[in-house]
């Protein structure tokens, strides 16, 4: 059985991540940190100047991480010096808190990505042979998410742009107003949030009077609590290093 922690064990991510645990018999949830550890959960809680007694006393296989990118930055280095694996499912990290990972994961294996669904990983995977076969095709991205969501565009939308750029050079128009006629070069990044939706993303390409549309939308955000917990089993058995939710993908 593999053993984990998970890093925001009360927000809405952490209580599925826990959820989605307790369904499975492979895994199993020790403990959890969050800022608010008085919490109800369903594992023993520790507040995050506590993040080093946790892992010391539990010693997880890995540890999940949903939260925001300082609290994710100080967990990367507090498990590098205990040499925990960590799955990190933050969005939002900024260029600077991004090399502060990276150099995590010279000592304990760190996997980081914006989605943990495997319809995803399909979708990044469809689009390059669409790109390639519709060249000079107008591209636009559209992404939908629940209200409460901080970062837009979401790391999911900013992971297909990274995908559309390694086939096109492009400009990105995030969103138009008022006389605003389409550029050659150029994809439209649309952001939209509402209720309690989980996630949806769009990527069209159109021309030649047709539209091919290559979406996916989450359900429940249990889809990607088990893509995290099928990313921390399989890291748990790596090598320190930096490695990708496609990883685990390609090799399962």
Not at 160 to 167: S, V
Not at 199 to 211: K, M, P, Q, R, S
Request: charged letters at 25%; proline letters at 4%; aromatic letters at 4%.
């Amino acid at each position: 059985m593999t053993t984990l922690g998970v890093n925001g064990a009360a927000g809405r991510m952490g209580r599925t991540v826990i959820e989605t645990a307790g369904q499975r018999e492979d895994v199993g949830v020790a403990f959890g940190i969050d800022v608010n550890a008085d919490a109800d959960t369903a594992v023993p809680l520790y507040a995050p100047e506590d993040t080093d007694d946790a892992l010391a006393e539990h010693d997880p296989d890995a540890v999940i991480d949903f939260t925001v990118p300082d609290s994710t930055v100080a967990l990367a280095e507090a498990c590098a010096d205990a040499g925990v694996a960590l799955v990190v499912g933050t969005t939002g990290v900024d260029e600077d808190q991004l090399s502060l990972l990276q150099e995590a994961s010279e000592a304990t294996p760190l996997l980081k990505a914006t989605n943990f669904s495997r319809g995803i990983q399909g979708l990044l995977r469809a689009l390059g042979p669409a790109l390639e076969a519709l060249a000079g095709y107008d591209v636009e991205v559209m992404e939908t998410h629940h209200n409460q969501k901080r970062d837009a565009p979401s790391g999911t939308a900013k992971t297909i742009l990274d995908e559309i750029r390694e086939h096109r050079d492009f400009e990105t128009v995030h969103g138009r107003e008022g006389i605003q006629p389409r550029e050659e070069d150029e994809v439209g990044m649309l952001v939209r949030r509402a209720g309690d939706i989980r996630g949806e993303h769009e990527v069209i390409l159109a021309d030649n009077d047709e539209v091919l549309s290559i979406s996916h939308r989450a359900e429940d955000r249990a889809v990607f609590a088990a893509g995290a917990i099928d990313a921390a089993v399989w890291l748990a058995n790596q090598n320190p290093g930096w490695y990708t939710f496609g990883d685990v993908i390609d090799e399962s």
